[in-house]
């Protein structure tokens, strides 16, 4: 197990009801704040009343910045830190799903970049930020406990990640009720991003890292059982706790710290959101199975035994035999939520851009992933995905 420092220095307030905690939390920095949330579900749902009639019982003024788009826009960030900046905010609040959260992050450090903010996303130069508050409606990125986030530039076909201690939130509200209404693709979809955030920690060349791969099984377990019954019955509250949690604790660092290497299937996939705006964890739903048959090795096939045993339950005597099944038993679950097997079910019909994409997901550290990529090997695996 490597060496390592784990920091999780978010307050997370779980349970129905728990937001009514939230302006307490916040008056503790901030008294004007920017609220910032995506298409409008929060107002249909009450969520967006409910916090702001919060704000107005506890003295909190706000500024707002609606409309923040799946796969967020950098135009977006832009119009957020101009904001902060105009009506001089001291925190941001963030009420949707991972976009949301992650936008808000970027205008946090926006606010005190001097110079293009697309250049300050591009080499990830976070010096300071506003504190940033969360309202969680969809489990998904875990963007909700850690320092990450993710922001688009489709002008040049650019997806870049930013990370930062000092983006970790400050206290995030979990509540599971507010999850019901989100539609099945997109819980689906969900799904599959926790998953994946795990399975790029778990498949790693760090060996005797039981405590992690343990939680990590776990975890997946967990996505497994109630991800099905989220999809199936959308107010299971069950289901959608333990998603919850399981969406958090999958890259708060938990299961990274001690293992870690560049993550392929992430790179893979930004590269098809940049290039064709499509939800993430949906590529990642068709790219991952692709990258497991791509990277199944004598090498690899421990881990994949492994995986395929204390994950799925799979029994029997021949390693290859298991693996595969594993690999199997993965696009399957995946399909059976209603999410696409192949590229073109995502309306990507062409190899025209795979040399184009290929040449930037490489540019992401994969020499140093648990099986290092080159240009070639991405084109396969994208091309596989057909």
Known sequence: MKDFTFFAPTRILFGKGKIAELPGQIKNTADKVL??????SVKRTGI???????????????????????????????????LCRKHKLKAVVAMGGGSVIDCSKAIAAGVYHKGDLWDMVDKNDIKRALPVFTVLT??????????NAVISNMEINEKKAIKSELLKPVASVLDPTYTYTVPRFQTASGVADIMSHIIECYFSDVHCAAVQDGISEALLKVCIEYGKAAVVTPTDYTARANLMWASSLAINGLTS????NAWSCHAIEHQLSAYYDITH???????????FEHILS???????VSYGKNVWGISGEHPFAVAKEAIARTREFFTSLGLPETLRGLGINSSGLFHQMAEKAVKDDLANAYVPLNEDDVVAIYSSCL
């Open 48 to 82: 967006y009343d409910t916090l702001t009639g919060l704000f107005k019982s506890a003295g909190i003024a706000w500024e707002e910045l609606g409309g923040v788009e799946p796969n967020p826009k950098i135009q977006s960030v832009i119009a957020g830190a101009e």
């Open 257 to 260: 710290c001690g293992t870690g």
């Open 138 to 147: 969809m489990a998904a990125t875990g963007s909700e406990m850690n320092g």
């Open 281 to 291: 964890g949906a590529g990642l739903a068709v790219v991952t199975p692709a990258w």
């Open 35 to 40: 609220l910032v949330y995506g298409g409008g």
């Open 298 to 304: 004598e090498k690899t096939l421990d881990k994949f």
